[in-house]
């Protein structure tokens, strides 16, 4: 079965946080360095993404998690893995394209354990590639407006290496996700497309923007059908929206974005808003009956969780969606559609 299959003949699933399961093995500086970065001159705590070289068994354990609540994909544990976010930490180079590759292998190995679990059983491996920790769009000083701390070269440089050595790890998808920035997203998906033309091969491409308040716009400024506007040029395989909000405070968007999209549409939300202590109190059974009620609506193609979100979640949303069928693709668009900060519709 194929990705375009499985869109077709239900809603799929796709896992929850990574993060927050990391966090529950309470692990060390030693854990996170293992003996490939023994002597690193800097801590690297806190670096998730290089769990997958030196604790592999933590991450595909919990995509394994994932897969037996009834996910249907996972993404790769790579979020952080570009060269401008691994800067932090004083990694770049070579590590670069280890830390992807892993990080697919992890995933893989998962996957083909389930399937192995449940002969028949299709399980996917998209590679998420995050939305850096410098943007194009705005200057992080704000008495210089004109700067930026990043150029567009350094950015689709960044993309096109983590693109490459996912693809090279065998993933199914890729998957630019938590977008606050539009002009990062269009940046991951000018790169991807230049290594699609470099190794003769694709993989459909999702993404997820993220709508940071109840303003119902992006970092950056855009509304929902702006966004849209922005990158449908690149014929995405699915867009949709996670994280900053819970499903109850996502649903006038991804109504919206259900309403615009003519490709596949896909929702995976926080656990709620964080609490007092940055914590997620929405329980696996309250989030899947609003991403329950989405999918009555006819508005989702793909679900799942972000922050907060646990393999009880993901197992209660499968619950929740599985007897409703998926949502149907609107028709091409025949208006010429531009965007700013709001869309506008030429008919």
Not at 186 to 204: C, D, H, N, S, T
Not at 218 to 228: H, K
Request: aromatic fraction near 6%.
């Amino acid at each position: 079965m194929t990705l375009e299959a499985l869109f077709q003949q239900r809603i799929a699933v796709i896992d929850g946080a990574m993060g927050s399961l990391i966090q529950t093995h309470e692990l060390t500086e030693q854990d996170f360095r293992g003996e490939r970065f023994k002597a690193h001159p800097r801590d690297l705590k806190g670096n998730n993404d290089l769990l997958s070289i030196t604790r592999p068994d933590i991450i595909e354990a919990i995509h394994a998690r994932y897969f037996d609540a009834g996910a249907d994909l996972v993404e790769t544990n790579t979020f952080s893995s570009t060269s401008i976010a691994q800067a932090d930490y004083e990694l770049s180079g070579d590590v670069i394209g280890e830390l992807n590759r892993a990080s697919a292998a992890c995933a893989r190995r998962a996957a083909q354990a389930a399937e192995a679990r449940t002969p028949g059983r299709r399980c996917f491996v998209a590679g998420a590639m995050g939305p850096l920790n410098r943007t194009l769009s705005m200057s992080p000083d704000v008495n210089r407006p004109e700067y930026r701390a990043v150029t567009w070269a350094q950015v689709t440089d960044a993309y096109q290496a983590q693109a490459r050595a996912l693809l090279e790890g065998g993933v199914d998808a890729l998957l630019v996700e938590t977008i606050f920035d539009t002009l990062n997203a269009k940046a991951a998906l000018f790169a991807i497309e230049q290594v699609f033309e470099e190794v003769g091969r694709r993989v459909p491409v999702m993404v997820s923007v993220t709508i940071t308040d109840a303003s119902g716009r992006t970092l950056s400024g855009q509304t929902i059908g702006a966004f849209y506007d922005s990158i449908r040029h690149a014929r995405p395989f699915s867009v949709g929206i996670n994280c900053a909000l819970g499903g109850k405070d996502m649903r006038p968007y991804i109504a919206e974005l259900a309403r615009l999209a003519e490709c596949y549409v896909s929702c995976y939300p926080n656990a709620g808003l964080p609490n007092a202590f940055g914590g997620y109190d929405e329980t696996p059974e309250e989030m899947a009956a609003v991403l329950g009620g989405f999918a009555k609506e006819g508005w989702l193609n793909l679900v799942g969780g972000c922050c907060g979100s646990t393999p009880e979640h993901i197992a209660a949303i499968a619950r929740a969606v599985k007897e409703t069928g998926p949502r149907v693709r609107q028709p091409p668009a025949t208006a010429l559609r531009l965007s700013g900060l709001e869309s506008m519709v030429v008919p």
